[in-house]
């Protein structure tokens, strides 16, 4: 809350004379002189601000301060009359952003390893906003909230019969948004909960064979599964009862399914299958956006606009491994990106800023695209095997490797700022201006040992999930902390410069 003093100071009253703003040479309106204002950023109506009294008056008016938070991205929610001084709230979230920033570079806050699901394996991973769910060998659903801290986690109920014989079905897929969470078992059932009312499902739909993919929406209540050569779109709704909005027949067994946001009324997918990429319209047959005998999709990735995906080169001549981007409006190829020896192990356009894209591949490099000019931005070293999740903002990139390693880089300046190890390839990176979620999943499913009672020998198996919080005003709980590397000594082993660093920074 701003002081009442710094209040007062930032209620500046118009004077009579200020009907008429000069302009150099001619009287202006003072309204018509805001509309001039608004197109100046922080620093050009700072100087505006010294040229008189009467521009000093114009240049902090609470109008154009407000858009200017707007328009950086401050406070998006509220309304003008939320606060009396939008000069000093914008200063306040910009200092706020410079220490999220330098807390993000210098690895300064809290970090905590969410509680594992005991006598289980780690199957799958999701997040949405600080929420994340994870699915287990047991058959567990779990869900836990990092915006608050609150590390008790729920289980969400299968509602298996208690009488059923021998135990619960993997999870093989789990994904949430605000207000659903979606989990599918080996066996081909498919559970849906909602978030707000409580921890039985509210809708169970089986499929005749295994569920290969799932896809959730970020912004509604819209479900897409893939089993066999059948792709289902559900939707939930406002009471609880899931329905069917579309169902599409497909040629091959579905690799990667993903929803596209914002379509409106009726749902969209786009699905990719060996050498094919479908596009999936509720209101419409499956469509083939791609297709090239022999080449398969390694990864996708769609936007409102756009969809994304890696694609290898066999056979006779071969044209490198590429990424190509098509506009989902015309249908057509836009640009054809990369030409690599590896495969594209994954693609964020989704996350990503304006007219760039990151990917990350086999060779062990992240790439940044451009994709106005369709070349390669900036190509970074960053694991010793494949890298298997990506991310990016404005400054940095997240990545993780098949070897475990998470790595942050400042890619403006070509810098690696620090990584985190643990043992399992790194299977899910989210992460905000203030906080990081992270997820090693094991390639195997079954703990070798049969002495499960043995923690030390089940840690190195069950697989790992760390939530970062980089926000000083956060308190936060401590627990063990994962090792990490160096950057400036690749070849010194493993320290603990990161579990001190956060140790000593406790928030």
Known sequence: MLSRASSELCQVQKPNEMDDVPFFDIQLPYELAINIFQYLNRKELGRCAQVSKTWKVIAEDEVLWYRLCQREGHLPESSISDYSCWKLIFQECRAKEHMLRTNWKNRKGAVSELE?????????????????????????????????????????????????????????????????????????????????????????????????????????????????????????????????????EVQKLVDYLEIVPNTGRYPVAVATAGDLVYLLKAEDSARTLHYVY??????????????????????????????????????????????????????????????????????????????????IALSLSAHQLGVSAVQMDDWKIVSGGEEGLVSVWDYRMNQKLWEVHSRHPVRHISFNNHSLITANVPYE????????????????HRGLIHAYEFAVDQLAFQSPLPMCRSSSDTTAGYNHDLALAFSNDRI
């Open 116 to 248: 594992h699901v005991p006598d289980a394996v780690l199957c799958d991973v999701h997040s949405h906003d600080g929420v994340v769910i994870a699915g287990y060998t047991s058959g567990d659903v779990r869900v836990w909230d990092t915006r608050t801290w609150d590390y008790v986690a729920p289980f969400l109920e299968s509602e298996y019969e208690e009488d059923e014989s021998g135990m619960q079905p993997y999870v093989s897929f789990v994904r949430i948004n605000s207000s659903l969470a979606v989990a599918a078992y080996e066996d081909g059932f498919l559970n849906i909960w909602d978030l707000r009312t409580g921890k039985y499902p509210i809708h169970r739909f089986e499929h005749d064979a295994r569920i290969q993919a799932i896809a959730l929406s970020r912004e509604d209540a819209t479900v897409a599964t893939a089993s066999a050569f059948d792709v289902v779109m559900l939707y939930t709704n406002e009471e609880g009862y899931g329905q069917i909005t579309a169902e599409f």
């Open 294 to 375: 022999g080449q398969p999709v390694t990864c996708l990735d769609v936007s409102a606009n756009q969809v994304a995906f890696g694609v290898k080169s066999l056979g006779w001549v071969y044209e490198g491994n590429k990424i190509l981007v098509y506009s989902l409006e015309a249908e057509r190829c836009l640009s054809k990106l990369g030409n690599s020896l590896g495969d594209f192990t994954c693609v964020n356009l989704r996350d990503s800023p304006p007219n760039l894209m990151v990917s990350g591949n086999m060779d062990r490099r992240v790439r940044i695209h451009d994709l106005r000019t369709d070349k």
């Open 445 to 460: 499913r079954v703990v070798r040992n049969a002495d499960l009672d043995n923690f030390a020998t089940h840690e190195r």
